[in-house]
């Protein structure tokens, strides 16, 4: 990924917005505990306001997940969008209960002209992984009783907990 945007452009003038697009590997980002997978794209628009840089983007990923209900693997299409006000980062040292409220204000600092949305881009993934992913939102899940994927078919325990005048009938034909 072009990891830093250079702000050359649009450093001189208020008010007018640079685009940037570009995507990556996921394996390439270096988030190995993501279970990211295929590529991870990031649109951004950036926009000078005079005393920072306002940054509005979207990334599009794909996160590898095990569905909670019956625990197949499945690959998950995903889209978060982000907006962060960038200030030009005079001192080097920062106090870190100010670091806190900048998290929590979506603000953060940039260096050299040039802005780095890496973490922004590895925080909003985190933010964006589903805590109980599904494969599918009716998700049949698992029979308790056999493991029957219930997904691709009904198991025969099912069958015999609904009562049906059939069975009954064909019972007392054997008999
Ligand atoms: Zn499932
Ligand atoms: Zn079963």
Redesign the pocket.
């Known amino acids: 990924m072009k990891r830093y945007i250079d702000l050359t452009q649009i450093k001189k003038t208020i008010g007018i917005p640079l685009e940037a697009a570009y995507e990556e590997e996921a394996s390439e980002l270096g988030f190995n505990d993501l279970n990211l997978v295929n590529k991870v794209a990031v649109k951004a628009r950036l926009t000078n306001m005079g005393s920072y840089i306002n940054v509005q983007g979207e990334i599009q990923f794909e996160l590898a997940l095990e569905?909670i209900?019956?625990l197949?693997p499945f690959i998950l299409p995903s889209k978060t969008t982000f907006e962060v006000d960038y200030y030009k980062k005079i001192s080097l040292v920062e106090p870190t209960e100010m670091a806190l409220t900048e998290k929590d204000l979506r603000m953060a600092y940039y260096t050299d002209d040039r802005i780095d949305l890496l973490e922004e881009i590895r925080q909003d993934i985190i933010l964006a992984v589903p805590v109980k992913p599904?494969?599918?939102e009716d998700?049949q899940?698992l029979c308790p009783s056999c493991g029957q994927n219930l997904?691709i078919g009904k198991c025969k325990c099912r069958e015999e907990d609904i009562f049906s005048p059939w069975s009954s009938l064909k019972k007392l034909l054997e008999e």
């Open positions: 569905c209900r019956c197949n599904l494969c599918q998700c899940g997904n």
